[in-house]
């Protein structure tokens, strides 16, 4: 059973603040994603990985980071938090056989002040 | 540019009426489309993907190529059903649509 952990489900930080949001994967996978969620705009992609150490853009990157060092673990960046980016943070997983079957994690809420 | 349009946020029926959610997509090759659904407090997961022509848990999606859309339906709806779902199409990048809230009532 696959299992996207995320490092915390609700984080509440001040403006301009780096936030780090961590997200771990227990099966192997290549591809990991981070999207936001937001009411009447659905998932946007923020960052994507397909290997170690390497990412690739999605389609609001400005404002945020990733890394990846690690296989399992992909960490997005706040470098420095606005309120416009309070939102629902999800992150995913998936082959890459299989990059369409995305496994999400829980999502973390983050609210910038 | 959107990719992928689902016109309605909020989608409500009665138990046991036909539903059917919509999804338009903008791509002119062949495109790689799926649904995916969240239940209250569950995580997003994907539902079905249309290469495979399943039906899952009695929805069923088809390919309208020459109207580039992508409906989900299903002849009889359950409270169950009660969801999110999102449809999404596949390209160098995976793209989202804004999602839609299907409330079934008793």
């Known amino acids: 059973d696959v299992k996207v952990t995320q490092s915390s489900r609700y984080l509440v930080k001040r403006t301009g603040e780096k936030v780090f949001l961590e997200c771990v994967q227990d099966m192997d996978h290549e591809n990991m994603f981070w999207y936001r969620q937001d009411p009447g705009l659905g998932l946007r992609l923020i960052y994507f990985?397909?290997?170690?150490?390497?990412?690739e853009k999605g389609d609001i990157p400005e404002g945020y980071s990733v890394s990846r060092e690690k296989k399992e673990r992909f960490s997005l960046i706040l470098e420095s938090a606005s309120t416009n980016q309070t939102s629902m943070y999800l992150c995913?997983?998936?082959?890459?056989?299989?990059?369409?079957?995305?496994?999400f994690g829980p999502g973390t809420r983050l609210t910038v002040l | 540019a959107q990719r992928v349009t689902q016109p309605e946020k909020l989608l409500s029926v009665f138990k046991g009426a036909p539903v059917e959610l919509k999804c338009n997509y903008s791509y002119s090759g062949s495109p790689e489309l799926f649904w995916y659904v969240q239940y209250s407090r569950q995580r997003l997961q994907l539902l079905l993907r249309?290469?495979s022509r399943e039906s899952i848990k009695g929805f069923t999606a088809d390919l309208n190529k020459g109207e580039t859309s992508f409906h989900l339906k299903k002849p009889f709806a359950q409270e169950e059903d009660s969801a999110m779902y999102y449809c999404?199409?596949?390209?160098?990048?995976?793209?989202f649509g804004s999602g839609t809230k299907l409330n079934v009532k008793p």
């Open positions: 995913a997983s998936s082959p890459v056989e299989h990059f369409y079957e995305q496994f």
């Open positions: 249309h290469i």
């Open positions: 990985s397909y290997d170690v150490k390497m990412k």
């Open positions: 999404a199409l596949s390209l160098n990048k995976f793209y």
